[in-house]
């Protein structure tokens, strides 16, 4: 298939071959060193007034676990931010988030009261995957901007009524995967879109963990009771069951309340991938693996495995992805993904990304040629030079290339906020909407769909609808 990309692929190799300063278009690349092969992303300083009393976006928290705790935080290191609440069902978590921001602000274990509060903007929801998408549209419609964690819900056909709602009441509307408004993320679209690794064939994701509190196993408080949790409130829609402390704090461990592994970790490689190679998504996928060693009660696996198949659209051909979550990983552990083309290969991982610059049988070796005479070789090499020329030498990078943000990056997490407050402010666009946000999760709950149905699962990623 001739390339689609040829003309955005010679401009990269131009733009390589004059320096750092000119691999960025958008000005924010500074090389640092003479001889290693890094490079320093920084963001230009944030322009624009100290906001005022009057412009301060009052901010509040449903959901003030771990996550939400560290969305919180993230959030009130926005400028113009004001943290003036916070809801959960575990009364010490309350109790943290006056710690945290003041005895002044207001706790409750109802989120509708927060809901109906007039000195809230903008709420955070945190909580279990099965209260996503009533909390939000409820506070959507309650007039209130939302910034809600992944997978923006359960279930794939809770979708529509998010984007309907998004649509009817125009509040800011932002999913919390962040890895989609990261500086190092915004370089590797910008280098695949340039054609920095010709075209697509294969993606390969995978996370290892190696920890309890990898695997979900968080720790209960010593006062958990029915007095300090409100455990019915808990289950909402889920089969009623006895109050159980572990359900209620290692929830994700369980399909009626969470989303498993594809929820919480493959949905944020899908929003990742889908903004670097500009991607709607996936058409089909399969899965397998099974709960290999934590037998703690979860029904949901501890290792999964799955394959995807993403059609052919203008900026990629047709390729596979192949994702891995692995929650005994052995000596170590990590995670990350490579984007593999026909000219290199991006990793992305961490706050990292590294370019590879190679060929694939652009020329033989001697191992095909050793068949030929010691003349016929010299004809045969000489051909090939005078077909690939340049091409050659400038594929033939003698090292990685690694961009990484600069010693002031505030991160993934402050930038999202950036956009969502923007966005209330009408100074920024929205990049993760609930249409972005369910294609993402979607594509990730296709592995869910297909492990415990046992067979392939088809996927519309236009309509965004299961096939």
Request: charged letters at 25%; a neutral charge.
């Amino acid at each position: 298939m001739k390339s689609h990309k040829t003309k955005s692929r010679r401009e990269f190799l131009r733009k390589l071959s004059l320096g750092a300063a000119a691999v960025s278009s958008s000005g924010i690349l500074m090389a640092r060193g003479r001889s290693e092969r890094t490079y320093f992303l920084s963001r230009p300083a944030e322009a624009g007034k100290q906001h005022s009393s009057n412009d301060t976006i009052q901010l509040a928290t449903i959901g003030f676990g771990i996550q939400g705790i560290g969305d919180t935080a993230a959030a009130a290191g926005v400028d113009g931010v004001k943290v003036v609440g916070a809801c959960d069902l575990y009364t010490g978590r309350l109790d943290r988030a006056k710690e945290l921001y003041g005895m002044d602000i207001f706790v409750t274990r109802d989120y509708r009261e927060m809901l109906r509060r007039s000195d809230v903007d903008a709420v955070i929801i945190a909580v279990p995957d099965h209260w996503h998408q009533k909390i939000a549209i409820e506070a959507m419609k309650a007039g209130k901007a939302v910034y809600l964690e992944k997978p923006m819900i359960q279930k794939v056909e809770e979708g529509q009524a998010l984007i309907q709602a998004e649509k009817d009441t125009k509040k800011a509307f932002q999913v919390g995967s962040q890895g989609i408004s990261s500086i190092q993320n915004e370089k590797a679209r910008e280098l695949f879109l340039d054609g920095a690794i010709g075209d697509l064939n294969m993606v390969e994701i995978y996370n290892d963990r190696f920890s309890s509190e990898g695997a979900w196993q968080y720790p209960i408080p010593p006062d958990a009771s029915p007095e300090t949790i409100d455990f019915d409130t808990f289950l909402g829609n889920a089969p009623k069951v006895g109050y159980d402390p572990t359900r209620f704090f290692r929830w994700r461990n369980y399909q009626d309340y969470g989303t498993g592994v594809a929820g919480d970790l493959f949905v944020h490689s899908f929003t990742t991938l889908h903004y670097i190679i500009n991607s709607l998504g996936p058409e089909k996928a399969v899965a397998t693996g099974g709960i290999r060693y934590w037998k703690d009660g979860r029904d949901v696996p501890d290792f999964m495995m799955s394959l995807y198949d993403f059609p052919k659209t203008e900026s990629h051909p047709a390729f596979n992805a192949v994702l891995r979550i692995n929650f005994t990983a052995g000596n170590g552990g990590g995670g990350g993904f490579r984007l593999i083309g026909s000219e290199g290969e991006l990793m992305v991982r961490g706050r990292s990304i590294t370019l590879k610059k190679t060929r694939v049988g652009m020329d033989p070796s001697g191992y095909s040629l050793r068949a030929y005479t010691e003349a016929t070789q010299k004809e045969i090499l000489k051909e090939y030079e005078a077909k690939l020329g340049d091409l050659k030498r400038q594929l033939d990078q003698p090292e990685p290339i690694v961009f990484q943000p600069d010693s002031d990056y505030k991160g993934a997490d402050h930038d999202h906020f950036v956009n969502f407050f923007g966005a209330m402010r009408g100074t920024k666009k929205i990049v993760e909407n609930s249409t972005y946000g369910l294609r993402a999760a979607g594509a990730a709950l296709l592995s869910n769909y297909s492990y415990f149905s046992k067979k392939i699962v088809g996927w519309d990623p236009v309509n965004m609808k299961l096939l």
